[in-house]
């Protein structure tokens, strides 16, 4: 791990493979860290530059008192050029999906292509807003435990449940360890109270590589095909037997998108 410090927050990453490769900056979801993409990392890290990031608030990263997903990106735009990276490919699912593209419209000139997973545009669907915002108060309020067996089919996909044991233990165990609480929740009110931004998809030219399970729940495949077809020329891709972690419930099948997505990207 290595830490950089930018607009006065302390983030924490890893670096994989060679500098001289094609850059891609991967961006976690909302709850877990960089861990979430270690098996996509390890698959790709022989190909590309890969900076492996904790989020605000999240893994071993700071955070300010109060922040916005615009704020974050803008964060990441100075995270870049501390590390030296004029322009990379990015890499978010869900919260990552949504800071990458506030990035691609605020700084076009910093994002070579994204590859946006399980992820959406648009506002937080209102029925299910109270319900998750009392979900991260009971992570605030240190119930984590409380809450793990609500939380978790949001993220996983049943073929997962039911074929993966040993991954949903983990992650199980992993939601209610000892965290910074209070970044958690900062966050979730970022993602939470999040505005609109479908109508200005159409400002993105980036190559966009839209991912999503099929089964997931959270940001559902309608918001993922919405974002495909506001962003020209994105293409989408639902992957099968994941829900909203599809990188880490597939991530075979995902590294080789992302792989012969960037390449193509690199190529043209």
């Keep these: 791990m290595a830490t950089v410090s ?11 493979g060679d500098r001289a490769n094609p850059a891609i900056v991967f ?16 698959d790709l890290a022989d190909q590309f530059h890969i900076i492996n990031l904790d989020q605000h608030g999240h893994g071993e990263s700071g955070y300010r008192a109060s922040f916005t997903l615009e704020e974050m990106a803008e964060d990441y735009a100075a995270l870049l050029d501390a590390l030296g990276l004029e322009s990379v490919h990015w890499a978010g699912l869900s919260m990552g999906g949504m800071t990458g593209m506030r990035l691609a419209i605020a700084r076009p000139e910093r994002v070579r292509s994204l590859v946006l997973m399980d992820t959406s545009s648009r506002p937080e669907m209102q029925e299910r807003r109270a319900n998750y915002m009392q979900l991260a108060d009971a992570i605030r309020a240190g119930m984590a435990s409380a809450v793990v067996d609500q939380v978790l089919p949001f993220f996983f996909a049943p073929s997962t449940f039911a074929n993966r044991p040993d991954l949903i233990a983990r992650y199980r165990d992993k939601f209610i360890a000892e965290r910074d609480r209070e970044g ?3 966050a979730s009110l970022a993602v939470f ?4 931004i479908t109508d200005q998809l159409e400002k993105i030219k980036a190559p966009t590589l839209v991912i999503v399970g ?5 940001t559902t495949p309608d918001r993922s095909q919405l974002i495909a077809e506001r962003i020209p020329n994105a293409r989408l891709v639902r992957i099968p037997n994941a829900a909203h972690m ?5 991530p075979a099948m995902v590294a080789n998108l992302i792989r012969e997505f960037i390449q193509s990207v690199e190529g043209s």
Excluded: C, K, P
Aim: charged share 25%.
């Design 214 to 218: 099929e089964h997931d729940i959270a």
């Design 193 to 196: 109270n999040r505005g609109d």
């Design 6 to 16: 930018v607009n006065g927050i302390s983030f924490a990453y890893d670096e994989r």
């Design 27 to 42: 961006t976690h979801s909302l709850v877990w860290d960089r861990e979430m993409f270690a098996d996509v990392v390890a």
């Design 246 to 250: 599809s990188a880490t419930e597939q």
């Design 184 to 186: 958690v929740y900062q």
